[in-house]
């Protein structure tokens, strides 16, 4: 055996029994040689242990829920070079040591089997280096400056994580191991998703039902035909789980890329990393655990990491640090440098990092579906198992009357095909009689479970969705976006709203609507180069420079703006710039131009009316930091910009700037300049804000003020805007007295507070789950990207102005873009508590249709043996109420009282669905409905001298009528003047409703009197059908009157 094979064998043996060393955290010495047989045998154990473990690593990825990632680190495979981590205090001596083996030749066999197992070890150093690199995770996630020193510091990290602190990352095929392979995720979510289609009520009930068809089917007819029917039900019960299975797939895909579209929006920048020993740009999507990567003032931190040299680090947005040194070396993504340079070690990305954690949580977690859609859930869920429950009920009861013996259709019990072959027309004519037929035992179970009860009420969720994205594009009207049709309808179920201090919450008369650099409006500072960064806060901090007395106060808000957004520092300026000369003090109304030192360096910076001022640029700045040439084309973009923000803001400043020498006196003339940014200015519209706030308070919702701004700041700003009563309990306090209350005292007090300063992004959740535990639907409006995770925990997330983050907005539900936010808000408060009410009234219509057909042909069935409604004409019916008759209940214009005052919540968000004035109605349709349609079908012949197929059609077409005149009631479910306002212009989509309701039913009686399965009804017949429709009316009156009056009693 050579020696190398031993080499080799030594060393993997040596590098599995550091990798242990490492996970138990101890220093266990270095194997030598003399110790090598034993070594063999303790790392055969070890291969077993970890056979075991990536066993079970595979159970729990088949058996638990998946949760897909979407970062670079998970489940992926590593780079095959082998790297051991070693506790810091042992030296490279020590491993020359372990690995200055020489091998006996008895040994060969040993050696050899060894060497057969090397790919197992490989996996084996595969999962270690994997647990490795979730160890560090942890490290950088908890802040453990101890365990980061246990493992050798960052230099230890980096070995780890196959990386030179030096050269970066070593090779292409080292990077692309490190990408994920997600092929077993989607197997396992498919698997998953296929379980729990078929974890479910309707699919046991439906199987229960095919089953028993198919048992009694085989019973009555033979074998030969009686299997049919049981077939098709089994068929169908397959069809839907694969359907909902595929339904469940695609949700997980499209979550997966909600949250691909999450990192890669906001995470568009490019990053300089070295890699191979090279600097290069990357995006920041492309950024790979263990990358080697630079951060200058202005950047944001792309991933988190581990500082590794360079100038201190001041970092804004912060989760939990704010200065990174050797000393504090834990980086978090979405902290932006406000000073220094450094270099830094990738130790997660995506959604492996902090922020991606609490996102993972919040989505995890949180229970968004408001109280509203909780009962809506509920209530399909009763009618489908109601429905399911009542149709095996028939077919068990029919069968009872086969074995009794009674008549149940004209060939008594059994097709003549029974023992016949199975021809493909006796096959075509099972379909056919289950869609036309109305007697028999399995069809009308088929009749009533294929068709009526599951079809029907999942197109009652269709037309519901259908008229919500009506009401929002209504109420929204291109003063909001949305990415949740059912926001306005969450927005009625509100209790408290959660804010941050914008939006006319906020201390200054004016705030920054607008940022435009390059060819584009900016949304978050970190989007731009440092370089423009820089240029631009030099060019705002200009005014510390000059006399304070001689600036307005009209630019506070701005120089406010620059230092939360830009991460510009007056005292950075003060120190950093040295003023030459300047002139012009008001760049609202003249060009300001200001001469600076700066590192010894001088720049010229303009600031003024944006036309003035570009007519003396030659120059202007990418949002990547290049410069190009201000051609006619880009004048023309830069034009219509200005134009645009001009019109929705009135005050517009336009910055530019150049570089000039001491000696070039003519460099210092405002000429060929650079152009920088466009920044506008608007009102903040307090007074509208204080209003819109009283009104929110009056219909009972609360508003919370939760920033990272100082407590004094925020009760002024409270004061102001009505958030604060001077005579009420509301609290004001910090987050860190928040989280240092215990949790009973939390959930005591969490209703009582109004302001809470000094807040992080962690704060908002707790503050959000506390909150929800107290039973509040929580509305959270932000900006930032670090608070996306609570955007995701609240009921529903709004973001506000072109200045939130992409991926903020990614998260929210509604984007507002109305300046007026708040009285936006009431607006669609408004709004959607109307359509609360019109989807009662639509509930109203669709249960009176759904209990007296499934009551008809239920006691028809049970009695008579005899369903009088078929299949289609009952699909038909269902089909034109729920469209035509729902989306004209639902789509119906708010009512005044709505519009001018709002409803409690207690009306709106916490009552019940279903109203006891709604249950009266419904109980008085649906009795009335089916008294009299199963009394025609028992004495119809009597009654009305008629019998046969025109008194079915009869039935049918006197039922269809009752749920017209049924859509007059549902308008006014408690009055009984069910005509008010009827007639106004704003009701017409009601009567066109009305008129191809009318339409729809004339067509399907003509072509069933063509198609031959139901006769042409006589004057007098339609007359009896009107007639009956019409009584509707006066039993809803008679119903009120008697309720009213036992009310009064």
Known sequence: MSGSLILENASSCFDVEAQQSLLRSTTTAVPQPDTFISNTSTTTFMSVILLLRSVEIFKRALFDPPNYITSSTSLSSISPTHHTLLPHHQDSATVSAALDISADPTDEDILLSAHDSASDEHQNNVELQQIQRNNITEIVKNEDLQGLQDIGGVRG??????????????????????????????????????????????????????????????????????????AILMFYVFLLVILTTIHKCLESISQKKLESSWQSRGRKRQVLVVREGRDQFVHEIDLQVGDVAFLRKGDTVPADGLYITGQALELEGSIKSTTINDQNPFLFYGCRVVNGDARILVTSTGMDTVWGDRMSQAMQYADNKCKFETYLHKLNNCIHISGLLISILIIIVLFLRYTAGKLDDERRFRPDTKGEPTPVRTFVHVFRGIFTGSRGTVRVLTTLLSLSLLGVMEGMGFVIAVAAIIWSRRTLAHRATERDYQACLKMACVTTICTDKFGGLTEHEQEID????????????????????????????????????????????????AEAKLGMKRESVIQQCEMIEHSGCNPLQECCRVLIVKNGKRYLHCKGPPQHLLSSCSYHYDIDGKIQVLDGIKRRTLAQAIGYMEAEAGKVIAYACKGVTESDHASVEPNNLIFLALISLKGTMREDTKRAVLTLMEGGIRTILASRDDIAVLRTIGEDCGLLNPNSEDLVLTAEEFRGWPEEEKMDKVEKIRIMGNCLPSDKILLIKCLQEKDQVVALLAQQTIDAPALKQANIGLTYGTWSSEIARECSDISIWDSNCFGFLVNVVENGRCFQENIRNFIQLELIITISSSLINFTATVILGDAPITAVQLFWLNLVVAFAGGLAVLTGPPKKILMTRLLPVKSSATARLISKAMWRNIAVQASYQTSIFVTLQHKGHIILGTSGGHLKSLIYNGLFLCQMFNKFIAREPEKKNIFSGLFQYYNRWFWVAVVVFLVCQAVYAVAETVLGSSPRLSMKLWGVCILVGLVSWVLDCAGKSLSNFAANL
């Open 157 to 230: 990290a980096a070995e780890a994580l196959n990386t030179d602190l030096q050269n970066g990352i070593s090779s292409r095929q080292d990077i692309s191991s490190r990408k994920p392979c997600q092929l077993c995720q989607v197997l396992v979510t498919f698997f998953h998703s296929f379980l729990g289609s078929c974890n479910n009520y309707t699919v046991f009930l439906l199987s229960s039902a095919a089953f028993l068809s198919l048992g009694f089917g085989i019973k009555e007819e033979g074998l030969n035909t009686g299997w049919y029917n049981g």
């Open 514 to 561: 607008k940022f435009y650099v390059g060819e584009e409006f900016i949304s978050e500072s970190s989007a731009l180069a440092s370089n423009v960064l820089e240029g631009l806060s030099d060019g705002i901090g200009t005014l510390f420079l000059i006399n304070p007395s001689a600036c307005e106060s009209e630019f506070v808000p701005l120089m406010s703006w």
